[in-house]
Nanobody, 116 residues
């Protein structure tokens, strides 16, 4: 059973930074892509960034150049450094495996609030 625990959310002014962390369980972590997703009120959950086991990354256009995803396989941790935050980045952020067939239950997420 995959378990995921997100942390690091909070309230920040526009232009500020936050770093989210995700602790994952499971023996398949090292070789599989992980991802950060977000869900704003009234909107569907969307993929924000992903990182493969080899470290290659993907970012949705709206966060390119501002967010950085990284991972530490030995600790089964995934991070999302968010810089130059905008009000439209406000959402609950979740981590999970990118492959839907590998995903565990969604964690409680990390609330990110950006004030203008």
């Amino acid at each position: 059973q995959v378990q995921l625990v997100e942390s690091g959310g909070g309230l920040v002014q526009a232009g500020g930074s936050l770093r989210l962390s995700c602790a994952a369980s499971g023996s398949i972590f090292r070789i599989n892509a992980m991802a950060w997703y977000r869900q704003a009120p009234g909107k569907q959950r969307e993929l924000v960034a992903s990182i493969a086991g080899d470290g290659s990354t993907y970012y949705v256009d709206s966060v390119k150049g501002r967010f950085t995803i990284s991972r530490t396989n030995a600790k089964k941790m995934v991070y999302l450094q968010m810089d130059s935050l905008k009000p439209e980045d406000a959402a609950v952020y979740y981590c999970n495996y990118l492959d839907p067939t590998l995903r565990g239950d969604w964690g409680q997420g990390a609330q990110v609030t950006v004030s203008s």
